[in-house]
């Protein structure tokens, strides 16, 4: 199972998981308490070890924004969380040239509950159209780092990997690892008073890397 610490904005963010070694971390660069600049980005993923994947996450950003943060290698995948289409990720991945930029689309919770041919990103029975996105991050979609009814994902044939967002805590990280998703995305659950927690990032790694070996 694949790990992502998102909302990093620090150099000591950057330290944590460097020592914590998750498979993914996360930029902000929409509209947050957690938000960085592109030039912040740029010296805290020269900061970040060889081997961690970053996404940037953005919010109906312009495709030249996020093709230059590609292309400069500040991210890695770009992890969309507003109202970008099919159209717009083929438009991305064209633009990025020879080697395409993985894309990680969010769907919302809420999205899951009533099919619906005309709706936003979905995985209901009657959105079977590929939307060209690489992996799914499945979360509550209300920002506000709550879990939503996990549940509602037993019936569903989810065609790419997913990741489970929304709330997932040391509370309640072997109940997301029992869902067997590709990927946990944490991150208010790393943190302490709003800014990331040095221990809970090592207990939340370690946790899920014990599970993988079990």
């Known amino acids: 199972m694949m790990i992502k610490i998102c909302g990093l904005s620090r150099e000591q963010d950057i330290d944590y998981v460097n020592e914590a070694r998750p498979d ?3 930029f902000v660069f929409a509209a947050s308490k957690r938000q960085v600049s592109p030039a912040q980005a740029a010296q805290l993923r020269q900061r970040l070890a060889e081997g961690i994947t970053v996404a940037g996450v953005f919010v109906n950003a312009s495709v030249g924004d ?14 969309l969380h507003g109202d970008e289409d099919k159209a717009y ?27 619906c041919p005309l709706c936003p990103p979905c995985l209901c029975e009657n959105s079977s159209e590929d939307n060209n996105a690489d992996y799914y991050l499945i979360d509550s979609g209300s920002g506000s780092g709550e879990t939503f009814d996990w549940g509602l ?12 967002a929304g709330g ?15 990927g946990v995305d944490i991150s ?26 079990v």
């Open 24 to 26: 993914y971390c996360g």
């Open 66 to 79: 996020i093709i230059a943060l590609y292309r400069d290698g500040v991210i890695d995948i770009a992890q």
């Open 89 to 115: 990720i083929a438009h991305l991945k064209e633009a990025s040239g020879n080697t395409p930029i993985p894309v990680i689309q969010v769907i919302k919770s809420s999205n899951l509950k009533t099919p």
């Open 153 to 164: 994902l037993n019936s569903l044939n989810i065609d790419k990997p997913w990741f489970l």
């Open 168 to 182: 997932i805590n040391l509370d309640n990280i072997e109940q997301a690892m029992a869902i067997n998703p590709f």
């Open 188 to 213: 208010s659950g790393a943190e302490t008073d709003g800014v990331k927690d040095r221990e809970k990032i090592l207990q939340l790694v370690t946790t899920i890397r014990k599970g993988n070996t």
